[in-house]
């Protein structure tokens, strides 16, 4: 099973990410220890039928978010990294400006200084200035930002296709395998000569 996975689910619009996640690495067997904001458990009634003691039930542990003295606040306790799904703007600048506030920021302080990987699923459009200063921040200090934008090629056919999509690119991160969308395997151009890279015209 390896290390354990951080999975963080904050208020934002987009909570089935971070359920469906953990739903996903149950049915895969992987260990994960979840912090939730109350701001996320308010969403989970507005955007899903699932109950708070459901999501905390597909987790193999679950912290409350003001225990700063919890196994994922100190670098000592080993972990694959975490990945914050949906990521709101007030977390994500905590986490730009070090301000560890709760136990999630705290947790993703902790694994961006010990070089792990920490995925944040930004969910916010548009974006002014303010908000792409700090995924730049973030980026600088080692996160990955990877907002969940839909992709296509693979050719969803329910909402729940490119929720999966977008778990799926989250856990390539962090080096889980998964099944969840069809990978781009490359394709075959009429327009590109046999053995050549020379494009007809």
């Not at 999975?7 to 089935?16: E, L």
């Not at 989250?170 to 075959?188: M, P, Y």
Request: aromatic share 6%; charged share 20%; with cysteine.
């Amino acid at each position: 099973m390896g290390l354990p996975l951080i999975v963080a689910i904050t208020g934002a619009t987009g909570v089935i990410y971070g359920v469906e996640m953990l739903r996903v690495l149950k049915e895969l067997g992987h260990e994960t220890h979840l912090i939730i904001s109350d701001a996320a458990a308010l969403n989970l009634s507005i955007e899903t039928e699932y109950s708070l003691d459901e999501v905390k039930g597909l987790a193999s542990v679950v912290y409350n978010n003001q225990n700063i003295a919890a196994a994922v606040a100190s670098g000592s306790f080993h972990t694959r990294g975490m990945i914050v799904a949906p990521c709101t703007v007030k977390t994500l600048s905590a986490i730009a400006n070090s301000f560890t506030y709760n136990l999630l920021v705290r947790a993703a302080d902790v694994t961006l200084k010990e070089r792990r990987k920490l995925v944040l699923m930004f969910r916010e459009t548009p974006l002014h200035k303010g908000h792409l200063d700090l995924m730049s921040r973030a980026a600088d200090y080692g996160a990955i930002i990877l907002p969940p934008m839909p992709a296509f090629y693979h050719q969803p056919e329910s909402i729940m296709d490119i929720i999966h999509q977008s778990i799926g690119k989250a856990l390539d991160q962090v080096g889980i395998e998964h099944q969840l969308f069809k990978r781009w395997s490359g394709q075959d151009s009429p327009e590109l000569e046999k053995g050549s890279l020379r494009v007809a015209t």
